[in-house]
């Protein structure tokens, strides 16, 4: 089978396997709705009763556009797939992928990507109707040309947020017992690249440490995109940094993985 | 009375029992112990997050101050960590249970399924770092806000933290009497985890609705705002007898629903 070949059957398998649990997925953005709710009238409650008309850098508009595109974007990047790839080496099913002539990366990137498919075509359009909704209701004009820009940085976004679940799933070499731990980790990561509050909120400090790091260019950035904040030149600038950190993790992830497949042990399987 | 008592009696010595042999059990798996008090650490610093807002951007919520939320946020960690340790372990292997047949084996012994079934067991490491960071949150704002430290006021607290715990019983437990039904309930459960959260905030930042909605259809958000609220003296008469009736209705309708949901239980594999 050529290589071609191999990974497009994998990707279409993805976007089958996607399929199979539509309810889930609306559950799931059911629930994505009430945390957005939440934040609404907090942030309704802080603007209102001041004359500051910016918090943390960000107006009233901003921030609730913030909210609801960190949320939804939360939803697209989340792979889960730190989990998936930490029980594959701890149970000894990665075995079977070692001496298989695909190459692990490749086929879970590439599932991932066609589970994806479907989902994402989906929250696009939703997106962008909430975005038109609001932008009517707020009176705030997103430029054509970052809304052009959207589709690639969410999906350089979804690639990042791969890599970095890839890297950290490989700590699982070394643990003797992952059960909770890549819930802690994720938790942690959608807190860092300003899943639950943009990422000023943390202070000047924790903001130029976060600076130099991946997470950020996974919800931060392309949320707001789409709030209007920034400006095309800052947009091609981030895309450009989201490829740097891609190149960046890809470069961590091989080097984490083949020290960590010296110390596997292929147990189970 | 008596026979009433002495079957009281003989569920709590099992229910002690229970927690005796779960603390037996985790402690052989000491690391898995260590993880998820880990792993509520890290839910526990998403919701500090909110409380950092709140004194960042000096938030008033009517005439509720920065420190009379960290009132009503500490209760809503308090009541997350009990839930999390009394409830949430049960409640999720519910539907296993009906999937795979396993409540063939609990139907026969000799206690009420719906007691076995739904608290059995008891996770003693997740609840502690919410237990703590909600009692000093709890603390720091009583202190703050002045309110006197008496028996009344301490007695009336933990009055209306045990109907919030009878009704976190009472909600959360919908989503896995449902699995009767339908196999798979864990969207639903999601949406219920997502409501859960909105307790993170004292109910009058919401709108009038959801409060109304929030209060007597679905009272969730009974579970965390009465006690803060009655210390502050914010309840009403009215408010402080639905409090005590909530639970009350609530645990009665789940026993119907309960009751119904055996009757359907066709014991499909296993």
Request: charged fraction near 10%; charge should be negative.
């Given at each position: 089978m050529s290589f071609y070949m191999k990974y497009t059957r994998v990707f279409k398998l993805g976007v089958q396997a996607s399929l199979e649990y539509r309810t889930d997925f609306i559950f799931s953005l059911v629930s994505a709705f009430f945390p957005i709710m939440i934040q609404y009238y907090i942030w309704t409650a802080v603007y209102g009763q001041s004359d500051n008309g910016e918090f943390f850098g960000y107006t009233y508009e901003e921030m609730i556009l913030y909210t609801i595109m960190a949320a939804v974007v939360t939803k697209i990047v989340a792979t889960n797939m730190d989990h998936v790839i930490a029980s594959d080496i701890k149970n000894g099913s990665l075995n079977k992928h070692l001496v298989q002539p695909a190459d692990y990366f490749g086929l879970k990137l590439f599932s991932l990507l066609g589970q994806k498919m479907f989902f994402f075509s989906v929250m696009l359009v939703i997106l962008f109707a909430v975005l038109f909704y609001c932008s009517a209701l707020y009176e705030i004009r997103i430029p054509a040309a970052n809304l052009a820009c959207f589709a690639g940085v969410l999906a350089l976004s979804l690639v990042l947020n791969f890599l970095i679940s890839y890297t950290i799933a490989a700590i699982a070499f070394w643990l003797a017992e992952i059960s909770y731990f890549f819930e802690m980790t994720?938790?942690?990561?959608?807190?860092?690249?300003?899943?639950?509050?943009?990422?000023?909120?943390?202070?000047?400090?924790?903001?130029?440490?976060?600076?130099?790091?991946?997470?950020?260019?996974?919800?931060?950035?392309?949320?707001?995109?789409?709030?209007g904040k920034l400006a095309i030149n800052e947009v091609l600038e981030g895309m450009l940094m989201q490829a740097f950190w891609i190149a960046a993790m890809l470069l961590v992830s091989k080097a984490v993985w083949r020290i960590g497949l010296k110390k596997y042990l292929g147990l189970g399987g | 009375m008596k026979a009433w008592h002495g079957t009281m009696k003989s569920y709590l010595q099992i229910y002690l029992r229970f927690i005796k042999n779960c603390f037996i059990a985790q402690?052989?798996?000491?690391?898995?112990?260590?993880?998820?008090?880990?792993?509520?650490?890290?839910?526990?610093?998403?919701?500090?997050?909110?409380?950092?807002?709140?004194?960042?951007?000096?938030?008033?919520?009517?005439?509720?101050?920065?420190?009379?939320?960290?009132?009503?946020?500490?209760?809503?960690?308090?009541?997350?960590g009990l839930y999390a340790g009394l409830f949430f372990t049960n409640f999720v292997r519910i539907s296993d249970y009906v999937r795979t047949g396993e409540l063939d084996l609990l139907m026969v012994k000799p206690v009420s399924l719906q007691f076995i079934v739904s608290l059995r067991y008891i996770d003693l490491g997740m609840p502690i770092p919410n237990l703590a960071a909600g009692i000093t949150m709890v603390a720091i704002g009583w202190h703050a806000l002045g309110i006197p430290v008496t028996f009344y006021h301490i007695a009336i607290f933990v009055f209306y933290l045990l109907s919030a715990l009878l009704i976190t019983y009472g909600l959360m437990i919908i989503p896995s009497i449902l699995s009767f039904w339908f196999v798979n309930t864990g969207g639903l459960a999601g949406i219920f985890y997502a409501i859960w959260d909105a307790n993170n905030m004292p109910m009058p930042i919401y709108s009038r609705l959801i409060q109304r909605i929030g209060v007597y259809v679905l009272p969730f958000l009974v579970i965390t705002n009465f006690a803060p609220m009655t210390v502050m003296g914010r309840l009403d008469g009215g408010l402080m007898v639905w409090g005590v009736l909530a639970p009350v209705l609530l645990l009665a309708a789940v026993r119907q629903m309960w009751k119904q949901a055996i009757k359907n239980y066709s014991s499909a594999s296993g």
């Open positions: 994720g938790l942690f990561v959608i807190i860092l690249s300003g899943g639950v509050f943009p990422v000023e909120v943390f202070g000047k400090t924790a903001n130029a440490v976060l600076s130099c790091l991946p997470f950020k260019y996974t919800i931060y950035f392309p949320a707001n995109v789409l709030n | 402690m052989e798996y000491r690391t898995n112990f260590i993880l998820g008090i880990a792993v509520e650490i890290a839910y526990l610093f998403s919701k500090l997050l909110y409380v950092v807002v709140v004194y960042e951007t000096d938030l008033h919520i009517g005439d509720i101050t920065p420190d009379g939320i960290l009132m009503f946020v500490g209760t809503y960690t308090m009541m997350t």
